[in-house]
C-alpha cells in the first residue's frame, strides 16, 4: 500500500512544478532582485481641475494600479520555500503563489498552472508588460504546461518575472536565462 501511496506522489508532483533537471548559463552567484514598490495612494479622484472640477483618470490608469498592486503582493513571498501543493508562508508551488497573488486582489484564477493559462488573452512577448503571466513547460517527458511566473519588470528586451521553483523557492528570474527561455511556451494578460 505504501509503495502505491509514493507512486501517487511521484506521479502529482511531476505533474505540477515537479522536479526538473535544470539547466543554466549563468554562474551559482547570479540573481536578480525586484523590491516592491509603495502601494499607490491616490485615488480615481484625485485630480482635480485648476477650477475645482474633479475628474477621473483614464481606465488605464486603473489597470497599471491593479497591476502593480498584485505584483507588490507578489513580491511579499520572495524566500518563501518551495512546497508542492501549497499557498502559504510556509510553503508554495509557482501555480499557488500566482492564485493567492491574485485572490488577495479579487482575482480567481484556477488553482493548476495548465488550467491557468486558458485564463485571459495571449499576447505575444514584445506586448508583455507588467502584470502579465508567462507560461512554460519544464518536462521533457510531457509537452504540458506546468509551470507559470508573473511578469514584475520589463527592461528593454529583458523580461523578469516572480515564481515558486523546486530548488530556491519564490524567487525573480529572467527570461533571458537559457532554461526559462528554452522552456517558455506562451504568455497572457489577466489585467
Not at 481641475?49 to 503582493?73: C, F, H, M, W
Not at 511579499?76 to 491574485?102: A, E, H
Not at 512577448?125 to 514584475?152: A, P, Y
Not at 528586451?157 to 517558455?184: C, M, P, Q
Amino acid at each position: 500500500m505504501w509503495r502505491k501511496n509514493l507512486v501517487l506522489i511521484l506521479c502529482l508532483t511531476a505533474l505540477s512544478c515537479g522536479v526538473v533537471k535544470k539547466r543554466t548559463t549563468y554562474g551559482s552567484g547570479y540573481s536578480v532582485t525586484v523590491e516592491a514598490d509603495d502601494p499607490p495612494t491616490e485615488t480615481l479622484r484625485d485630480s482635480i481641475l485648476s477650477d475645482g472640477t474633479e475628474i477621473a483618470e483614464a481606465p488605464e490608469r486603473i489597470y497599471l494600479d491593479k497591476s502593480e498592486q498584485v505584483i507588490n503582493t507578489a513580491l511579499t513571498y520572495t524566500g518563501v520555500k518551495y512546497k508542492y501543493g501549497g499557498t502559504t508562508r510556509k510553503g508554495m508551488d509557482c501555480s499557488g503563489l500566482m492564485y493567492i497573488t491574485f485572490q488577495e486582489h479579487d482575482i480567481y484564477l484556477p488553482r493548476v498552472s495548465f488550467y491557468m493559462a486558458n485564463e485571459g488573452r495571449k499576447i505575444s512577448l514584445e506586448e508583455v508588460s507588467k502584470g502579465d503571466l508567462l507560461f512554460f513547460t519544464t518536462s521533457n517527458r510531457r509537452k504540458r504546461i506546468n509551470h507559470v511566473g508573473l511578469v514584475v519588470e520589463v527592461e528593454g528586451d529583458d523580461i523578469r518575472f516572480i515564481h515558486s521553483t523546486t530548488s530556491r523557492g519564490v524567487i525573480v528570474s529572467s527570461l533571458k536565462e537559457g532554461y526559462w527561455n528554452y522552456a517558455f511556451v506562451k504568455a497572457t494578460r489577466i489585467l
